[in-house]
Every structure is written in C-alpha cells, then in structure tokens.
C-alpha cells in the first residue's frame, strides 16, 4: 500500500472522526441537560443547511454574512421549539417528550422537502482554492476549516463547562437537580 495513500486515509478519519465527536458531544450536552434523546437533532442541522444555502445562492449574499445570519436564525428558531412545543412537555412522561421530537424530524423533514425538493443541491464555492497541499497531502480546504473548528468547539465546550458559572452550573444540575436546587441553582 502507497505510504502517502495511507497517510491521506488518517487524515481524513481523524477530520471525518471530529466532526462525530461534535455530534456525539451535542446528543450528551441535549441528553444530560433534559434527560431526553432528541431524534429532531439532525433535522436541525439540516434546517440550518438549508436556511444557509439559501442566503448563499437565491440571495446571494457572500459566506462570511451569512453564516452568522444563519446562526442567529437557528438560535431563534430554537428558542421557539423550546417555547412552543417542548416547554409544555415539561412533567409529561420522557416517552411523550421523545414521541414529540420524532414529530417534529417528521414535520421538519416534509417541510424541507416541500421547500427545496428531493433533488441535492451543490453547496457554493466557499473557500478561494479547494485544496491545501499539506506535507505533500492534498486536503480539501472544507477538511481542514471542518478540522479546526470542531476542535475549537471541542476546547471551547470543555472551558466553559469547567470553568464558567453557568457551565458549572449546567453540570451541577445535570448530575443532580435536587441537590442542585437546594444550592440556588435554577
């Protein structure tokens, strides 16, 4: 087997595996916060998917506005699930909370679908080269961005879960919300 093949291979497992320790880190940080599997999770990813592609080729606008539009769009949007459909879940049985995040990946998968069609859709041109020639690797630019963010979130989530009062306080009532409460916390 070709050495650099090889080398290729890893790399692009060790980008491919971030990118599934920061969708494994979101189910726990969901799980442990309401004790509830979310099945609408990857749903909102898509969502997010959509809502960014659109700013990018029907409204044209470049990368750098419209990512965080979508963002702050998503946060909303989220906030609103949370209000909406999920706050009046509270005190019902988790196989109800559970029954009603598969609705809403059901809704939210119809939904997109009757936007945007079936039919993939190329995402625009984000970065100027497409590849990066690292060590004599040909990385795909989108790769090594994937690479470095999920690490940021990764080293961002750790320190404000360790060191940040609301993080601590987050963890505090994830492991016990009796106990937690009789200390203050909401």
């Given at each position: 087997?070709?050495?650099?093949?090889?080398?290729?291979?890893?790399?692009?497992?060790?980008?491919?595996?971030?990118?599934?320790?920061?969708?494994?880190?979101?189910?726990?940080?969901?799980?442990?916060?309401?004790?509830?599997?979310?099945?609408?999770?990857?749903?909102?990813?898509?969502?997010?998917?959509?809502?960014?592609?659109?700013?990018?080729?029907?409204?044209?606008?470049?990368?750098?506005?419209?990512?965080?539009?979508?963002?702050?769009?998503?946060?909303?949007?989220?906030?609103?699930?949370?209000?909406?459909?999920?706050?009046?879940?509270?005190?019902?049985?988790?196989?109800?909370?559970?029954?009603?995040?598969?609705?809403?990946?059901?809704?939210?998968?119809?939904?997109?679908?009757?936007?945007?069609?079936?039919?993939?859709?190329?995402?625009?041109?984000?970065?100027?080269?497409?590849?990066?020639?690292?060590?004599?690797?040909?990385?795909?630019?989108?790769?090594?961005?994937?690479?470095?963010v999920s690490l940021a979130m990764m080293v961002g989530m750790a320190w404000f879960f360790r060191a940040s009062k609301y993080g601590l306080a987050m963890?505090?009532?994830?492991?016990?919300?009796?106990?937690?409460?009789?200390?203050?916390?909401?």
């Open positions: 087997m070709n050495t650099q093949f090889l080398i290729q291979l890893i790399v692009n497992g060790l980008v491919v595996g971030t990118l599934y320790g920061v969708v494994a880190m979101s189910f726990v940080l969901i799980y442990k916060a309401t004790q509830v599997v979310n099945f609408a999770q990857g749903e909102l990813l898509l969502v997010g998917a959509w809502v960014c592609w659109a700013l990018l080729t029907k409204y044209q606008l470049p990368f750098w506005i419209g990512m965080p539009i979508t963002l702050v769009f998503m946060f909303i949007f989220g906030i609103a699930i949370q209000v909406v459909i999920l706050r009046p879940m509270i005190g019902e049985p988790i196989i109800s909370v559970i029954m009603v995040t598969i609705g809403l990946s059901t809704v939210f998968q119809a939904a997109l679908k009757w936007i945007f069609g079936v039919n993939p859709q190329p995402f625009p041109q984000i970065f100027q080269s497409q590849s990066i020639s690292l060590f004599g690797l040909q990385i795909q630019t989108v790769y090594v961005m994937s690479l470095v963890r505090a009532t994830a492991f016990n919300q009796q106990v937690a409460q009789s200390l203050g916390i909401s």
